[in-house]
C-alpha cells in the first residue's frame, strides 16, 4: 500500500514560514520520479506550486517563485516545500505528488495538509 503522507502545515501571520514535509511509504522513490506540490483553495481549481525531476531540476508557479523552494531526499522517500514570505493567498490544502507509470501518466497523492495565512 502506497501512502504520501503530508506534515508541517498550520497557521501562521503574513510574512511567516512553513516547511511541508511529505514521506513516502510502500515505494521507493528513485531519482527520476517527479516530484511535487500542489495546492487547491476554496472554489479554486488543484494548481502546481513547484516540482522537482531528476537532477534537481526545479519548476515554480510565477505566484510562489523567490519565496518557495522544492527539494528531495530519495534515500529518505521525502520531498519537501520550504514556504517563506507567506502570503493570505497562499492559504490552501497542499497536496504531495509523486508521477509513476508510463510517461508518467500515472499520480500518488497525499491527503493534503491546510496551510492558512492570517493578514
Avoid: H
Avoid at 35 to 46: D, E, F, L, S, V
Wanted: proline share 3%; glycine share 12%.
Amino acid at each position: 500500500q502506497v501512502q504520501l503522507v503530508e506534515s508541517g502545515g498550520g497557521l501562521v501571520q503574513a510574512g511567516g514560514s512553513l516547511r511541508l514535509s511529505c514521506a513516502a511509504s510502500g515505494i521507493i522513490i528513485s531519482s527520476i520520479n517527479p516530484m511535487g506540490w500542489y495546492r487547491q483553495a476554496p472554489g479554486k481549481q488543484r494548481e502546481l506550486v513547484a516540482t522537482i525531476t531528476r537532477g534537481g531540476s526545479t519548476n515554480y508557479a510565477d505566484s510562489v517563485k523567490g519565496r518557495f523552494t522544492i527539494s528531495r531526499d530519495n534515500a529518505k522517500n521525502t520531498v519537501y516545500l520550504q514556504m517563506n514570505s507567506l502570503k493570505p493567498e497562499d492559504t490552501a490544502v497542499y497536496y504531495c505528488n509523486v508521477k509513476y507509470g508510463i510517461n508518467w501518466s500515472r499520480d500518488y497523492w497525499g491527503q493534503g495538509t491546510q496551510v492558512t495565512v492570517s493578514s
